[in-house]
């Protein structure tokens, strides 16, 4: 099975600074990676696909970066509303896996 | 707009089996391949199976292979997911979502799914 190891596991920022949340697979992946959004007590919601594509409505602030085994999710100019837990996954290859998440807080 | 809508959760004993379900609307259900995903309380998100768009290629993970069956009726737009032999660890969210490609585009609200005696 590939492995998902996302850092950090928790992060506090200010408001309107920028993020970065990573993950690194086991073996390479070859861009079959998404990130998710989970709001407390929601769904999780698709913001990434295919490493670097944002999905239809999601604002631009969001972007995906990375290739191989190494990627990457930046979130510019933080936002009240992107208090959450983001997950990656990988696709490339059954069984699909999910890194451990990254828990984002404001300060 | 696309809609999922799961049902069936609900309290259980553990080696009992319950049938999740999952209705769909919104969309071509029968062009997309359809999947579910758990959550165990206050965890993170666990890849529990995945079915074709026909119905003709099934995936599962490890612990629930043997276990749990996934299937889908393309006529009644509705995605199952048949659990037996339920235990403890078994006890999550279960979501329906719509793959596209590979990834989750859509997700449902999320049935509970608790395994005790």
Redesign the interface.
């Given at each position: 099975d590939i492995q998902m190891t996302q850092s950090p596991a928790s992060l506090s920022a200010s408001l309107g600074e920028t993020v970065t949340i990573e993950c690194r697979a086991s073996e390479d992946i070859y861009n079959g990676l998404a990130w998710y959004q989970q709001k407390p007590g929601k769904s999780p919601q698709l913001l990434i696909y295919n490493a670097n594509s944002l999905h239809t409505g999601v604002p631009s602030r969001f972007s995906g970066s990375g290739s191989g085994t190494q990627y990457s999710l930046k979130i510019n100019s933080l936002q009240s509303e992107d208090v959450a837990s983001y997950f990656c996954q990988q696709y490339y290859d059954y069984p699909f896996t999910f890194g451990s998440g990254t828990k984002l807080e404001i300060k | 707009e696309v809609q999922l809508v799961e049902s069936g959760g609900g309290l259980v004993q553990p080696g009992r089996s319950m049938k999740l379900s999952c209705a769909a609307s919104g969309f071509t259900f029968n062009n997309y391949d359809m999947?579910w995903?758990c959550q165990a309380p206050k965890k993170?998100?666990?890849?529990v199976a995945?079915i074709s768009y026909d119905g003709s290629s099934t995936?599962?993970?490890?612990s629930v292979k043997g276990r749990f069956t996934i299937s889908r009726d393309n006529a009644k737009s509705t995605l199952y997911l048949q659990m037996d032999s339920l235990r403890s660890e078994d006890t999550a969210t279960y979501?329906c979502a719509r793959?596209?490609?590979?990834?989750?585009?859509?997700?449902?609200?999320?049935v509970m799914v608790t395994v005790s005696s």
């Amino acid at each position: 099975d590939i492995q998902m190891t996302q850092s950090p596991a928790s992060l506090s920022a200010s408001l309107g600074e920028t993020v970065t949340i990573e993950c690194r697979a086991s073996e390479d992946i070859y861009n079959g990676l998404a990130w998710y959004q989970q709001k407390p007590g929601k769904s999780p919601q698709l913001l990434i696909y295919n490493a670097n594509s944002l999905h239809t409505g999601v604002p631009s602030r969001f972007s995906g970066s990375g290739s191989g085994t190494q990627y990457s999710l930046k979130i510019n100019s933080l936002q009240s509303e992107d208090v959450a837990s983001y997950f990656c996954q990988q696709y490339y290859d059954y069984p699909f896996t999910f890194g451990s998440g990254t828990k984002l807080e404001i300060k | 707009e696309v809609q999922l809508v799961e049902s069936g959760g609900g309290l259980v004993q553990p080696g009992r089996s319950m049938k999740l379900s999952c209705a769909a609307s919104g969309f071509t259900f029968n062009n997309y391949d359809m999947a579910w995903v758990c959550q165990a309380p206050k965890k993170g998100l666990e890849w529990v199976a995945t079915i074709s768009y026909d119905g003709s290629s099934t995936y599962y993970r490890d612990s629930v292979k043997g276990r749990f069956t996934i299937s889908r009726d393309n006529a009644k737009s509705t995605l199952y997911l048949q659990m037996d032999s339920l235990r403890s660890e078994d006890t999550a969210t279960y979501y329906c979502a719509r793959q596209a490609y590979g990834s989750s585009d859509y997700w449902g609200q999320g049935v509970m799914v608790t395994v005790s005696s």
